[in-house]
């Protein structure tokens, strides 16, 4: 009996085992209820069954899984159209719900339009996220821009009042200096006169400030077109003064620099010279000689202008620039311009190899000398800047190298011949220009080497920018450096050969502005020039004096045609050896011989060209790119300009109210 209960216990335990069905399920009958013991096979039968069972049952929950997994998804997919997403409900409510649409349902319509709301209501929500999104977005975005935009007005500003923020008074001991700057003009220095052993001051400033090994002038490469380009930084196409001397076919009257009743009239004169610029802003000028200062350009004067006189010695002007630096602080003027045509004359005079001209140039160096030494006894010397240039070199002239003008062309068929020594011809009638071209060029076959002959609007060379201006005649004989044109009254050169006359002037300019014989010079010293002692700067032309002399004295230059702004950026030291002097021409072979030897180098240009009406006017037309000198042009370019800035502030304006109003209506949602 005892080994009964034990069985029995033993049993039941296995019977009460998990792998049973009854642990897992209730209402399972026993698969031995009807037998009252177990035998050995019966163990061994319970024990199989219950394996198989285990995995039937493992087999079933992987199947219920798998299914239920399927029918999620379907209804996911179901509910994403807008149809029935009630088992979604259900599972978040815990339970299925009975009648649902996992069964069969007599609510199932009723739930369909509650999912349908729900989904509807996600929907609107995410759109809603969507646009605040949106909104926040667009708000970070205007803030970008508009801070972009108070960066820009604020470096406008900070351009358009560089006067307010240079004007940095400072004093040498005794009196308060604003920004100051001293510009000489040393007309007709060639660049390689400093390399003669002649100018020991000059070469000392050169060693103390920056400068290139020379400067460029502009075509042609006469006193009054570059000095006027010097004050402007316009090409002359562009400032009006395209020679010494020229016709104006629109006014019907010659401008001479020789006459200043008729060359010191505003009419001639466009563009805006620093001194006017200087003026409007509120800055004192004093302008001693220089061409074009008496004209009263624009309606403005300088604060002082002295008149050209021929005749004043050098010290005069020495004295006359430190009566302009000893005023008061109201008086002074910030820039002091002199103008000193001693070299020029002279080497017109006796040509610039000449004796004559050597003691000129140390006369000239002495004058500089003398400035730089006032400046320190002022203790000015790293207060006031001081900037010397020139306008042109120098070329020796010979009778072996002139031609005769009437040798070229018929004189009879031409009304006006402008420049010297090149030569601008306006024929008589207009449509005898290409006759008179073709005839030109076929005579110029018996002087190779010595002319070129240019149509203005044809082949005139582009580096020249001497063609958008009605005063530039439409036909132009322009000698290489040391040839002359001549007309007859001037010089029978037959008779001047035979005598073995001596044709004056002895020197001349005027030729292509690149020739080495042509080259100015420009030297630098100051603080508004704080680089390394002897700094040499790449070569530009003379375009750039005019930003340059502006930024100087904090001044915001008119538009034109120059691009070079301080501060400047040398590339090195200038090189203690000198730089070699560029030859002279040499004189004509005989051209009987020379006109078989080479080939003729003109040639006639097929294309027809018009001549400019009268009523044109000067600088009727600027150079392609950055040739913006014609007064016109450029205050329309200021207006479109400033149309735009009032265009796009409005518009920024328009775009931060709604930005706002945006941001209000999201706070308040």
């Given at each position: 009996?005892?080994?009964h209960l034990n069985t029995t216990t033993a049993r039941t335990k296995r019977d009460s085992s998990l792998l049973s069905p009854s642990e897992y399920d209730n209402d399972a009958a026993s698969i031995r209820s009807d037998q009252e013991s177990d035998s050995d096979d019966d163990e061994r039968q319970m024990r199989a069954r219950n394996s198989r069972e285990l995995l039937a049952h493992d087999r079933l929950v992987l199947m219920e899984e798998d299914e239920m997994d399927h029918l999620i998804t379907e209804l996911m997919t179901e509910a994403q159209h807008g149809e029935d997403g009630e088992l979604m409900y259900e599972m978040e409510e815990g339970g299925m719900r009975e009648g649902s649409s996992t069964g069969d349902s007599s609510e199932r319509e009723d739930s369909v339009e509650v999912d349908r709301q729900g989904l509807l209501h996600l929907n609107e929500t995410s759109k809603q996220r969507s646009r605040a999104w949106r909104r926040w977005l667009l708000l970070h975005a205007i803030i970008s821009v508009a801070f972009a935009i108070l960066v820009l007005v604020a470096w406008k500003l900070s351009r358009g009042h560089r006067v307010l923020e240079s004007a940095q008074m400072v004093t040498n001991g005794t009196a308060w200096f604003a920004p100051t700057t001293i510009i000489l003009s040393l007309d007709g220095f060639r660049a390689d006169f400093l390399q003669r052993g002649l100018t020991p001051r000059l070469n000392g400033l050169i060693r103390e400030g920056v400068s290139p090994p020379y400067m460029t002038p502009s075509f042609p490469s006469v006193t009054f077109p570059n000095h006027y380009t010097l004050a402007t930084g316009l090409y002359p196409e562009s400032h009006g003064i395209v020679g010494n001397e020229f016709w104006d076919p629109a006014l019907g009257e010659e401008f001479s620099y020789a006459d200043p009743s008729r060359s010191m009239n505003a009419k001639w004169w466009d563009g805006e010279p620093f001194w006017v610029t200087a003026e409007k802003s509120g800055l004192k000028t004093a302008i001693h000689m220089w061409p074009g200062s008496e004209a009263h350009i624009l309606?403005?004067?300088?604060?002082?202008?002295?008149?050209?006189?021929?005749?004043?010695?050098l010290p005069q002007k020495v004295d006359r620039i430190f009566e302009f630096l000893d005023m008061s602080s109201e008086a002074r003027p910030q820039i002091i311009a002199a103008y000193v045509p001693n070299v020029d004359s002279d080497g017109h005079k006796y040509g610039p190899n000449s004796t004559e001209i050597m003691s000129t140039i140390r006369n000239v160096d002495g004058m500089v000398d003398s400035?730089?030494?006032?400046?320190?006894?002022?203790?000015?010397?790293?207060?006031?800047?001081?900037?010397?240039?020139?306008?042109?070199?120098?070329a020796t002239t010979d009778v072996s190298r002139l031609i005769q003008l009437e040798d070229l062309v018929d004189a009879d068929k031409i009304e006006h011949t402008d420049g010297w020594p090149l030569v601008g011809l306006r024929p008589k009638k207009p449509d005898e220009l290409q006759e008179i071209h073709a005839g030109l060029v076929e005579k110029a076959k018996s002087y190779p080497g010595s002319i070129d002959v240019y149509l203005r609007d044809v082949d005139m060379p582009a580096r020249y920018h001497f063609s958008k201006n009605a005063r530039i005649a439409p036909l132009w004989i322009i000698p290489k450096a040391g040839w002359g044109v001549v007309r007859m009254d001037e010089m029978d050169l037959n008779k001047a050969k035979a005598s073995g006359a001596v044709y004056h002037p002895r020197g001349l300019h005027g030729y292509d502005h690149e020739h080495p014989l042509m080259r100015a010079i420009f030297i630098a010293r100051g603080p508004a020039f704080p680089r390394q002692p002897n700094s040499r700067l790449e070569v530009f032309q003379n375009?750039?004096?005019y930003n340059i002399l502006c930024d100087s004295v904090g001044l915001?230059?008119?538009?034109?045609?120059g691009?070079?702004?301080l501060p400047l950026k040398p590339f090195g030291l200038h090189d203690e050896g000198a730089a070699e002097t560029p030859p002279d021409p040499d004189p004509d072979p005989d051209p009987s011989a020379s006109s078989s030897a080479h080939?003729?180098?003109p040639s006639v240009n097929p294309v027809g060209v018009d001549q400019p009406s009268s009523d044109s006017g000067p600088g009727t037309a600027l150079h392609d790119g950055e040739d913006q000198g014609d007064k016109s042009t450029l205050d329309e370019i200021e207006t479109s300009a400033q149309d735009f800035w009032d265009w796009f502030t409005g518009k920024v304006k328009d775009w931060w109210d709604k930005a706002k109003e945006s941001v209000s209506k999201v706070g308040s949602s």
């Open positions: 009996m005892a080994l309606g403005v004067e300088p604060s002082y202008v002295d008149r050209y006189s021929a005749k004043e010695p400035i730089l030494k006032g400046l320190e006894q002022r203790n000015l010397t790293n207060i006031v800047n001081v900037i010397v240039v020139s306008d042109h070199g120098m375009i750039e004096v915001a230059p008119r538009p034109n045609n691009t070079l702004r080939p003729a180098s």
